[in-house]
């Protein structure tokens, strides 16, 4: 299904939780070789995108202008400058994306009515080019583009369509759900390969309802508490007819439950169960926890940010509290044959790809304390 070609990532871009900092890791090596960091006060909309010859491409809001820069670095000559500006002050933009077919990094703009806007620029010292597509949605999330192949994401659907930026004339060809999929949750990343092939993350993670993260939510005591920490690889024909393949989701669920119930002592606030719908230890390497983004693309490998949680309900018996195990993972998955592994996992005090937490508590809900001992790539605690 997959056709060797000429792009491959050299570097997997990889986005901090606090918004404002991203790292370009060697993808040999495993090793951080730049940071990024702009400024934490401000909205910043730094959309990340390696091109073909191994330079990044990336968004900056200028605060004195209110206008949006798109710098390029090249690792070969340490060079960074900017390649054009976008002059729209106001806000809007939700993804950018590199066209490895036409080599065009693309800017995409959410305004005027939920209208979407896309940029470019061709030549040096030109102005930006904006093509107004026409396609109208409340909310954008994410989009990939290659050739006149359009893709967005909104409301947990995928729309393809296809623009011709000569007449500017869209042409809506299909809609898909994530329903279509056998799977639920949220749209986080999206990619064109180099056969044509669709790549679509889906995450599903958080207490009693599959939204992003966990918030200040706590976990009921009575056994009540659905809790969700999965996630989907979805690859999908180029014309969204045909699911290829679904990889990474779980959809049992299964029952996490205290130690030694029977023997808690009074003073210990006495858990039961939780549901989960959750990968269990085995199928650590072979499940997602909350894919949140496509950081490498290679002719036979994607390498995908996994960031989730797994839990431990207390050991009465051993006076233990529960614990959430917070996951932040590199994860490849096998284009050949599909086999999903494990290439890092992050400490929580390397980087997070989401800050995940349970807290509040009542009389019938207790805080779960955080952890970031368990690598659930190697070993289990």
Request: a negative charge.
């Amino acid at each position: 299904m997959i056709l060797e070609g000429v792009f491959y990532s050299k570097y997997m871009l990889l986005p901090d939780y606090r918004g404002w900092i991203t790292y370009a890791y060697d993808y040999s090596t495993c090793t951080e070789k730049k940071t990024w960091s702009t400024d934490s006060n401000s909205p910043q909309y730094s959309y990340f995108a390696e091109g073909n010859d191994g330079s990044i491409y990336y968004t900056k809001l200028d605060q004195s202008t209110s206008n949006y820069k798109i710098y390029n670095y090249n690792f070969t000559t340490n060079n960074e400058g900017i390649k054009f500006t976008i002059t729209k002050t106001n806000t809007g933009f939700f993804d950018g994306c590199y066209d490895s077919t036409t080599d065009i990094y693309w800017l995409i703009r959410n305004t005027d009515g939920g209208n979407l806007y896309l940029y470019k620029k061709n030549a040096e010292g030109a102005s930006e080019e904006e093509y107004n597509t026409g396609i109208t949605q409340n909310s954008f999330g994410n989009c990939a583009i290659r050739g006149e192949n359009l893709y967005y994401s909104f409301d947990n659907s995928i729309e393809y369509a296809t623009f011709d930026y000569a007449s500017g004339t869209t042409e809506v060809k299909a809609k898909k759900t994530l329903a279509d999929f056998g799977v639920s949750g949220t749209i986080t990343d999206m990619a064109v390969l180099e056969d044509g092939t669709v790549a679509v993350l889906v995450r599903s993670v958080g207490v009693g309802t599959e939204t992003e993260g966990f918030g200040n939510m706590s976990l009921s005591t009575d056994g009540s508490s659905i809790v969700y920490s999965r996630g989907a690889l979805v690859l999908l024909s180029s014309d969204l007819s045909k699911v290829e393949k679904v990889i990474g989701w779980t959809d049992s669920q299964r029952t996490i439950s205290a130690t030694n119930v029977e023997n808690a002592e009074n003073y210990v606030k006495k858990w039961t169960s939780i549901t989960a719908y959750i990968p269990d230890y085995a199928e650590r390497n072979s499940h997602f926890y909350g894919p949140m983004r496509i950081v490498a693309i290679r002719p036979k490998e994607l390498v995908i940010a996994d960031c989730g949680a797994n839990f431990v309900l207390p050991d009465y018996d051993g006076k233990k509290n529960g614990k959430m195990y917070a996951h932040n993972r590199l994860m490849t998955v096998n284009l050949r044959n599909f086999a999903i592994g494990c290439k890092k996992e992050f400490s929580e005090s390397e980087l997070k790809f989401k800050d995940l937490m349970i807290s509040g508590g009542s009389t019938d809900s207790y805080t779960i304390q955080a952890s970031s001992s368990y690598n659930a790539c190697e070993t289990e605690k």
